[in-house]
Structures are given as structure tokens and as C-alpha cells.
């Protein structure tokens, strides 16, 4: 009787890459992937999927690097990510040869113990919040251009305080309907916008990185990061000022 050798495979992470100036996924192609500073390999399942097979380990640091984008780093903990196969996105910031003609602006500098940086445009009205359901986490919304919400990350703006509370869609129901991934704490009201959020990069001696798209017309935004866990804001004019810092102070 012949012997049968059987291999077999784990499906240990699913990696989505997103251009977080867009929310567009990112393809694999070109990029370079290490676990723990070692190369590893990976298969790729479309729309900026990325499959790990076999990692032999539960906890790691992951780094991708790649021409277009600016490195990213992140600590992981698949046993963190839910039951299942674990999935997570991780947001890339266009660098200096991001292909084709997209056009950016930047705000960067050091400032010690920044953490969570992020961003949503101002003004951007398209989608407003009309009612709130704290018990389903369900929220509807006055989307009259009936626009795709297919992003991962978005926030609840107050105008009128100048600040967001940033969230998750864990499930769009239709155009008028999303479901949070937790309880929205802002006291709103029905002009408040539901806007995509862009993410920087912070690291630990201070140094943070934002990156939003110029499109040519108004490019203010209004941006968020944590100093010792107290979020703090600032509206950022690019037109008005060419190379914006947040050590200048935020409220």
C-alpha cells in the first residue's frame, strides 16, 4: 500500500490595503511584506486583498513597503482580530512616486506623544445623519445623491464645535441605512455630515504624517490626533497656509 502524504495549509490573516486618500484598495504588486523584519509571501484575492498562509506565529510586527506608498508599519495580534479568519486593513499614504497625475498636500512634523492622526474635509455635505438607534447602532442618513459608502472609516462632524467622532461601518443595509461598530456619542443634529476619514502616521519619537488628494478647489480639512488619550483639533487651510504644522497648537 502506497503511503499518502497530506499537507496542509492555515489561513492565518486577511490583509486589505487601502489608499487612504481614496479608500480604493491597493494592489500587492510591487510591494514588499516582512513579519518580524523577515520577507514573507503572499497570495492576492483582488480589490487590495492580501491571503497569509502558515505564518507560524500569532504575534508580530508587519511592515510593507513598496515604491508608491510610504512604509507602514503595524503591531498585530491575530488572536485580537475575532473569531474567524482575521481580517485587517491597513491604510498606505501615497508617496513621492505614486503613479499618474494625482496632485497632494502634506502636513508633517514632530510633535512628542502625538497618537491617532486623521482628517475629514470641510464642508464635504453630501451625507448627513438624520436618526441615531443606540441599541441596533443602526444610523439613517439623508443621502439624496444616493452615494456608494464603501469605506471602512468614517466620522460624525459637529460644524458647529469644530471637531468628529471618528467610527467603522460594519455593515452598509442600503444607501440610507449603515450599522456602527459602536455607540455614536455626539449630541448631533440633522445638518451634521458623515464623512470618509483620511489617516496619518504617527511614530514614537513624534514624528506624524498626513497626506490628502488636491482636486484644485477648497482644501481645507479638519484634523484629529490624540496627545495622553485627549483628542484635539485643528482646521488646516492649504491654500492659506503652505506648510502647516501642528505644533502650533490645536483646541
Same mark, same amino acid.
Given at each position: 500500500?502506497?503511503?499518502?502524504?497530506?499537507?496542509?495549509?492555515?489561513? +492565518?490573516?486577511a490583509?486589505?490595503?487601502? =489608499?487612504?486618500?481614496?479608500?480604493?484598495?491597493?494592489?500587492?504588486?510591487?510591494?514588499?511584506? @516582512?513579519? +518580524?523584519?523577515? &520577507?514573507?509571501?503572499?497570495?492576492?484575492?483582488?480589490?487590495?486583498?492580501?491571503?497569509?498562509?502558515?505564518?507560524?506565529?500569532?504575534?508580530?510586527?508587519?511592515?510593507?513597503?513598496?515604491?508608491?506608498?510610504?512604509?507602514?508599519?503595524?503591531?498585530?495580534?491575530?488572536?485580537?482580530?475575532?473569531?474567524?479568519?482575521?481580517?485587517?486593513?491597513?491604510?498606505?499614504?501615497?508617496?513621492?512616486?505614486? &503613479?499618474?497625475?494625482?496632485?497632494?498636500?502634506?502636513?508633517?512634523?514632530?510633535?512628542?506623544?502625538?497618537?491617532?492622526?486623521?482628517?475629514?474635509?470641510?464642508?464635504?455635505?453630501?451625507?448627513?445623519?438624520?436618526?441615531? =438607534?443606540? @441599541?441596533?447602532?443602526?444610523v439613517?442618513?439623508?443621502? &439624496?445623491?444616493?452615494?456608494?459608502?464603501?469605506?471602512?472609516?468614517?466620522?460624525?462632524?459637529?460644524?458647529?464645535?469644530?471637531?468628529?467622532?471618528?467610527?467603522?461601518?460594519?455593515?452598509?443595509?442600503? +444607501?440610507?441605512?449603515?450599522?456602527?461598530?459602536?455607540?455614536?456619542?455626539?449630541?448631533?443634529?440633522?445638518?451634521?455630515?458623515?464623512? &470618509?476619514?483620511?489617516?496619518?502616521?504617527?511614530?514614537?519619537?513624534?514624528?506624524?504624517?498626513? @497626506?490628502?488628494?488636491? +482636486?484644485?478647489?477648497?482644501?481645507?480639512?479638519?484634523?484629529?490626533?490624540?496627545?495622553?488619550?485627549?483628542a484635539?483639533?485643528?482646521?488646516?487651510d492649504?491654500?492659506?497656509?503652505?506648510?502647516?504644522?501642528?505644533?502650533?497648537?490645536?483646541v
Amino acid at each position: 500500500m502506497e503511503k499518502t502524504t497530506v499537507f496542509t495549509h492555515s489561513l +492565518d490573516l486577511a490583509l486589505r490595503l487601502v =489608499d487612504t486618500t481614496s479608500g480604493r484598495g491597493v494592489s500587492g504588486r510591487g510591494m514588499a511584506v @516582512r513579519i +518580524d523584519e523577515k &520577507p514573507v509571501r503572499f497570495g492576492e484575492k483582488g480589490d487590495g486583498m492580501l491571503i497569509f498562509q502558515n505564518l507560524g506565529t500569532r504575534r508580530f510586527r508587519l511592515e510593507i513597503s513598496s515604491s508608491a506608498f510610504e512604509t507602514a508599519e503595524r503591531e498585530v495580534d491575530l488572536d485580537a482580530l475575532g473569531k474567524g479568519v482575521p481580517l485587517l486593513e491597513l491604510h498606505l499614504i501615497p508617496g513621492p512616486n505614486y &503613479p499618474g497625475v494625482a496632485a497632494f498636500q502634506t502636513l508633517e512634523g514632530t510633535l512628542p506623544g502625538i497618537e491617532n492622526l486623521s482628517a475629514v474635509r470641510v464642508g464635504d455635505n453630501a451625507c448627513l445623519i438624520r436618526e441615531f =438607534d443606540p @441599541r441596533k447602532r443602526l444610523v439613517k442618513l439623508f443621502n &439624496p445623491h444616493h452615494l456608494a459608502l464603501d469605506r471602512v472609516l468614517y466620522a460624525l462632524v459637529d460644524p458647529d464645535n469644530g471637531c468628529y467622532e471618528p467610527f467603522q461601518i460594519v455593515r452598509t443595509l442600503d +444607501d440610507q441605512t449603515i450599522k456602527t461598530d459602536r455607540v455614536l456619542e455626539t449630541a448631533f443634529r440633522n445638518y451634521f455630515p458623515i464623512s &470618509p476619514t483620511v489617516l496619518g502616521t504617527c511614530s514614537g519619537d513624534g514624528r506624524y504624517c498626513l @497626506r490628502v488628494r488636491d +482636486d484644485g478647489t477648497a482644501c481645507k480639512w479638519l484634523v484629529r490626533w490624540e496627545e495622553q488619550g485627549t483628542a484635539r483639533f485643528r482646521t488646516v487651510d492649504f491654500r492659506q497656509e503652505p506648510h502647516p504644522r501642528l505644533e502650533e497648537g490645536g483646541v
